[in-house]
């Protein structure tokens, strides 16, 4: 992946200079190697920022450029995932190392409920970027959720009390 410190303004086309510092963006680079496919195929992602504030994503391919909003993106992202559910090898079931974890959501709004019809809870918790993510969680994995939070407010309380 390479990073880019600057998005286009709306009307700039992505092989054109003119950039704004409003904020950064990134543009993937996917080297395929299927059968048939050059070294250097390219998947770029470029933010442009309309003139009404809203911002449309333009995805550019060796054969072509893809110009979506918000909604049109979000579509592709659904997509993509109900895709990625089914690909093997599946995402691991161990977690990466919370200190180098990636697309962290900072205090994301989330709503929960009682699913008495199936003896679970409803979870959903949104992300800025995956939107709201729903899990259905037994009874017993809420327990153990319940005692493993606590537990981080304990040491955390413990911690706040030792005078330094």
Known sequence: MRRFPYFFRAGDEPENDARTNVRE???FIHQSKHKGAQMDDQLQMSLFEQPDGSHQVVLSLPTGHYSMNSE???AVIDGMVQNRIRMIPAIPMDAPPIPNM???????PMRWAYDEMNDRAALVIR???HGWVGYAI???TIEELIAGLQNIVDVRNSQRQRPN
């Open 25 to 27: 963006s990134d543009l």
């Open 72 to 74: 049109q993106l979000s």
């Open 138 to 140: 037994p009874i017993p």
């Open 127 to 129: 992300h800025p970027g």
């Open 102 to 108: 990636q697309n962290v959501a900072e205090s994301p």
